[in-house]
């Protein structure tokens, strides 16, 4: 079991520019969750998936941020537009039934 | 709305020795899940120990070892015989049942030779 698989681990991105973070949840995991952990700081929750449904996006930004987590393939954070202040590391986690989680080792994102 | 306080921006400690790191909470819920995590330079996030609000017997993994006060609302990590590999940031964290992690703003603790 290769745990919760996260790409790319670094990602750079100029200002304006989109970013796309990707998840893959351990086997037999359905529920996805994304964090975002600013510099110096503890992760916050962002967003809530099940397979093709958000369930709670109460952590999400109203502007430039998606989520969604098809019936087939990785879970996607998607960032439009992005702006410095969106620099930091995003995590996923991931559980079979909304608990014994597994985090994901984070996408370290860059807005230069 | 649940928040967590981790009053100890840094801590450090001296190898062989112990060290603990606060942790309070608040919350009106009765059930719930408390948790430490370690995250090393690597980012990666490991679970050092958990806890269930229902248990009253503090959990134990090793050398790492919990004081839960229910009615403090409070949740201390001690770390016995602190090792080099020890180092990292702490986070304590909070779950109530099929719900989001509410994370504190860690402790970034060092082990001095």
């Known amino acids: 079991n290769a745990g919760v698989m996260q790409n790319p681990r670094h990602l750079v991105r100029r200002r304006g520019q989109e970013a796309r973070l990707r998840c893959s949840p351990m086997k037999g995991h359905s529920h996805v969750y994304w964090y975002r952990q600013l510099p110096e700081e503890g992760l916050k929750f962002m967003v809530y998936l099940q397979k093709e449904n958000i369930i709670d996006e109460s952590g999400m930004p109203k502007e430039r941020f998606s989520a969604e987590f098809p019936k087939e393939g990785p879970s996607i954070l998607r960032i439009q537009q992005v702006v410095r202040g969106d620099s930091a590391a995003y995590f996923c986690?991931?559980?079979?039934?909304?608990?014994?989680?597994?985090f994901g080792s984070g996408t370290r994102l860059t807005v230069v | 709305a649940q928040t967590v306080t981790q009053s100890q921006p840094e801590m450090s400690v001296q190898e062989a020795e112990t060290v603990t790191l606060s942790c309070t909470y608040d919350?009106?819920?009765?059930?719930?899940?408390l948790f430490w995590y370690k995250q090393p330079p690597s980012r990666q996030m490991i679970l050092v120990i958990r806890q269930e609000a229902y248990k009253q017997q503090n959990a134990t993994e090793n050398r790492f070892s919990v004081n839960f006060q229910k009615a403090a609302k409070s949740f201390s990590l001690k770390i016995s015989d602190s090792q080099l590999g020890d180092a990292a940031m702490y986070f304590c964290?909070?779950?109530?049942?099929?719900?989001?992690?509410?994370f504190g703003p860690g402790t970034r603790l060092s082990v001095l030779p």
């Open positions: 919350t009106s819920e009765s059930d719930y899940y």
């Open positions: 986690a991931s559980s079979p039934q909304g608990n014994g989680y597994t």
């Open positions: 964290a909070y779950r109530s049942y099929g719900q989001n992690f509410v």
